[in-house]
């Protein structure tokens, strides 16, 4: 099995009944496609707060740093397109818990681990995310960064330990295939194409992981390895 085009991750997402966790990540960028429903995201950036309604056929995309909550106004499905797959699963998102969990990596963990079971604790963890995202926005809106700033540098310092993994997985994910393209345009200007004929067709013909309890609704993701 090859991975997805340009090492990017894919999954069908069902946003939770109002709202999903308000969650920032590093060093993905994050791309949705509407495929049902009626919502809107709530972005917070130094740049401002903002409201992108969501709607079938829209597609909306934002860059590493963009706090991020879903609204869900009606039964809205998303297909979501995530940069280096594989790092947000590895721990590439940060929820915006009260600054005293921000400071202590175990409350954090803590608060952030879900127990096995239904989505009472997802909506629980969603709460805490709602009460300290609500501190960040409304500080924005009064023209206070601030606080925005200092999440930035709380993220930072909770995430640092797995940068090295973070690292070996990017290596041998979407870098890896971006320096393909570099050896095929090489290969293509010297008049030959060896990596023509290694094509071929992979397909998967459903999820790999259906239901999974994520910051924002219930996934159902695909693997490729």
Known sequence: ??????????????????????????????????????????????????????????????????????????????????QNSGLPEAGDAVLTFPPQILADPLAYAGAATLPPGGVEAALQRRELALEGFAELRDAAVAGDFGPLRDFHAAAIKLVSPQLPAWRERWTAGAKRMADDTGRQLDALESGQAPHLSDAQVFQLAEPTEVGRRGMCGLLNTYLTS
Request: net charge negative; charged share 10%; hydrophobic share 35%.
């Open 1 to 82: 099995m090859s991975e997805l085009p340009g090492g990017v991750g894919v999954s069908q997402l069902s946003v939770y009944p109002q709202s999903g966790s308000p969650h920032m990540h590093l060093c993905c960028s994050e791309s949705y496609v509407v495929t049902g429903g009626a919502g809107e995201v709530q972005t917070l950036t130094l740049s401002g707060y903002q409201e992108t309604p969501l709607k079938p056929g829209a597609v909306v995309w934002f860059r590493p740093g963009t706090i991020h909550r879903l609204i869900n106004h009606g039964d809205l499905q998303i297909v979501v397109l995530m």
